[in-house]
């Protein structure tokens, strides 16, 4: 049997987690070291009736090794469904410092959509990481549908999946469950009620024409390259909206 101490998550294998002990030291005047630590069965109980254990199996394969691995390095964590929110988040930071996040040990993880959130979110509050999260509600799901053509069919079939998607993660936070929730800023979670974009678009024009003047000074189209995303919410004029620094706030522990 081997045993590593590191502080680099390159040594980490996340899809066993369970292998991992993470040591933290109090900021007492006697400080007091904690090993925090889960096993596979603890995740399963925690989720028992939102997601069943053969689905937490299959999940593990397909996200945690590529997601969770510099999150169990971070003072916190924050749950987001992909890079763009990441980005954004990110960017918002850099507005206080450039880089306060991170010197902060706050990681926002990007976890592929919101029916991730929840196996992310057991395994790193079990092991002692303080976790807050954020998902879309796509509330706008059905005009985005039709303007690309789609037909009704498939919009229903949509509607069902998001449905679904929506109430299982209100499920595991403990909220009431709805078919398209509205937008909130809660103690462990927070929603858009559609998604960021049209969040930004509809609340924050200065961050539009950030993102347009970046796309033509670097021509990069942000719908392919989303980390620019942070650029443009660096550069962009104006105040963030009160929704998007209430929920960085919750996110670094505020």
Do not use: C
């Amino acid at each position: 049997q081997v045993t590593y101490v590191s502080h680099s998550p390159y040594l980490l294998e996340a899809r066993h987690f369970e292998q991992v002990r993470r040591l933290t030291r109090s900021a007492d005047e006697a400080p007091v070291v904690t090993v925090h630590f889960t096993k596979v069965a603890e995740v399963k109980e925690k989720l028992d009736g939102v997601i069943s254990a053969d689905k937490v199996d299959r999940q593990l394969d397909a996200m945690v090794s590529n997601e969770l691995a510099g999150a169990i390095f971070s003072n916190r964590a924050f749950l987001v469904e992909g890079t763009t929110e990441a980005s954004v988040f990110y960017g918002i930071g850099d507005r206080t410092a450039i880089g306060s996040l991170e010197a902060a040990g706050v990681s926002i993880v990007p976890v592929g959509g919101k029916t991730s959130i929840p196996l992310a979110h057991a395994i790193l509050s079990l092991i002692g990481i303080p976790v807050y999260a954020l998902f879309d509600a796509d509330g706008g799901f059905e005009t985005r549908a039709k303007s690309n053509g789609k037909s009704q069919e498939k919009i229903d079939e949509e509607r069902k999946g998001h449905i679904a998607s929506n109430r299982m993660v209100l499920n595991y936070f403990g909220r009431n469950e709805e078919d398209f929730p509205s937008a909130v800023v809660a103690d462990e979670v927070a929603i858009f009620d559609d998604h960021l974009e049209t969040f930004l678009s509809s609340n924050w024009a200065e961050w539009i024409t950030a993102r347009s003047d970046v796309e033509a000074a670097t021509g990069i189209s942000l719908a392919k390259n989303q980390l620019a995303y942070r650029i443009a919410t660096l550069k962009a004029k104006g105040v963030a909206p009160e929704m998007l620094t209430q929920i960085l706030a919750k996110a670094v522990g505020q």
